[in-house]
């Protein structure tokens, strides 16, 4: 059943909502799940505006009573999923576990987090294979030494709007003592909405149970809420474990931020190595992702391009691989079939729901431009801000990093990594499947380094109020 009714307008524990037929023993009737909408960050559930401009701010707390001031001046004014649909802008915040323990929050509390959240991004670096080029020690000084404690994040459709939300996010905390703006990193759109690279952005989310957003073609049966939100089922039946007390973990998530620099002149570079000609470079990069840069799949456009294709929602993601088994059409290696294998046999045995994430990344710096080369890459500042949203953020994202973006083992690919995000080495290979014989890419790069990251809680606005008054 796809639930489409809203919580209440106030802060309760709602119950699962009953069904009003009575319960056979063979044919019982699923629950119907009711979200918390006006608990949760807007962020969360509600997709970014179209087009979109904001403001990522970097905070590190070295004063406990003011952090904790400050939580309380941001608490009224971060966006909930049910009061954010009218707006043209809103705030959300993120705060990680340093954060956290600076604010003042109980033993008890502290220790109930995970040990991945508790550790940091940059203390799970081997784990998430974030070595060589990506490793902390090369990392903005934003990021080092655990001292982004809350990240502010402004998202905005433009203009006024956009200012005004800035400005009012920046007053809560530029007459705190012993709180310090690391950094104000802007983030906007590119024109027709495309990624650094020159891609489509903004396809392909997963649909979430009891969410109230309509499901879109393709997205498949919604999944289970708890994957996503703290305090509902999950995929196993059961809520994930929690942060405790419940009011501090309930209706709350995690965040997983990373700043990629990406090398659109090497990128370029490499397409121009590979074709002589316009069409077969883009067909190259087609490959590699899985997509045209339109946005129109492989799968559905396996010949030449289909803008019309790409710029429908309604069609661009409604595709299997049902019909592509070995990647004829859609190279089992390239980025989006990595990313959400959907129906592909994989190796490694894994259910693919239990491993999605919410995106809301973000593009920053000078836009797209296929005349860029490897050369202009040093002073060109360009790339993304990937903020992957999930109840175990941590956990899947370390998952996709060992197995799926830098190991090909899991499509029988050997040593192949993600095209687009791997961490590549010298000469590293990448397989176009092909009849009569498959057709092997030479020299594929570190296209994106990583220049940062940090793990966050999100929490439900009643756990910001109760963080606020930790400390008393």
């Not at 309380?72 to 705060?95: F, M, V």
């Not at 954060?99 to 008890?108: H, W």
């Not at 009891?210 to 809520?239: M, T």
């Not at 409604?318 to 994989?346: E, I």
């Amino acid at each position: 059943m796809s639930a489409r009714r809203t919580a209440p307008r106030h802060w309760r524990n709602t119950k699962l909502a009953s069904h009003p037929f009575p319960e056979h023993p063979k044919f019982s009737q699923p629950e119907e799940i009711i979200l918390e909408l006006n608990a949760i960050q807007a962020s969360i559930l509600r997709h970014r505006p179209q087009p979109y401009v904001g403001t990522h701010f970097a905070l590190r707390i070295d004063n406990p009573e003011h952090g904790r001031l400050l939580i309380k001046r941001l608490t009224p004014l971060i966006a909930s999923a049910a009061n954010c649909r009218d707006q043209q802008s809103w705030i959300s915040i993120g705060i990680s576990y340093a954060g956290l323990r600076l604010l003042g929050l109980p033993e008890t509390s502290l220790a109930s987090f995970p040990e991945a959240f508790r550790t940091g991004m940059a203390g799970r670096a081997a784990q998430l294979m974030d070595t060589g080029p990506n490793a902390p020690s090369h990392w903005d000084p934003a990021f080092q030494g655990n001292q982004m404690h809350v990240c502010l994040n402004v998202f905005s459709s433009g203009g006024e709007a956009w200012e005004k939300t800035r400005a009012l996010a920046h007053e809560q905390f530029v007459d705190l003592h012993g709180i310090t703006l690391l950094g104000a990193h802007q983030f906007g759109s590119h024109p027709d909405n495309l990624n650094p690279f020159g891609y489509k952005d903004g396809i392909s989310e997963p649909a979430i149970e009891g969410n109230d957003v309509e499901p879109l073609p393709g997205q498949g049966a919604p999944i289970k809420a708890g994957e996503f939100i703290l305090g509902y089922p999950g995929e196993s039946g059961e809520p994930l474990k929690m942060p405790q007390p419940d009011i501090l973990g309930r209706n709350g998530t995690f965040l997983a931020f990373r700043k990629y620099r990406s090398r659109l002149g090497a990128f370029n570079d490499y397409l121009r190595s590979q074709a002589s000609t316009p069409a077969g470079r883009e067909l190259i990069a087609a490959k590699l992702v899985g997509r045209w840069r339109s946005g129109a799949p492989l799968t559905l456009a396996p010949e030449a391009d289909d803008p019309e294709l790409g710029a429908d929602y309604r069609r661009n993601n409604d595709f299997t691989y049902a019909d592509d088994p070995n990647g004829q059409r859609v190279p089992l290696g390239c980025h989006m079939r990595r990313m959400n294998p959907r129906d592909s046999k994989v190796s490694v045995m894994t259910d693919v729901n239990v491993h999605r994430l919410i995106r809301c990344g973000t593009s920053y710096g000078k836009p797209y431009d296929e005349s860029v080369t490897a050369s202009q890459d040093q002073d060109d500042e360009r790339g993304v801000y990937f903020m992957l949203i999930s109840a175990k953020a941590h956990e899947t994202l370390e998952f996709l990093q060992r197995e799926w973006v830098n190991n090909g083992n899991f499509q029988n690919l050997g040593d192949e990594r993600d095209p687009l995000i791997g961490l590549h080495e010298e000469n590293d290979m990448f397989t176009v499947p092909a009849k009569p014989v498959r057709k092997r890419l030479v020299g594929i790069q570190t296209f994106n380094v990583l220049k940062g990251g940090e793990y966050l809680f999100m929490p439900s606005l009643p756990a910001l109020q109760w963080i606020a008054d930790s400390g008393r």
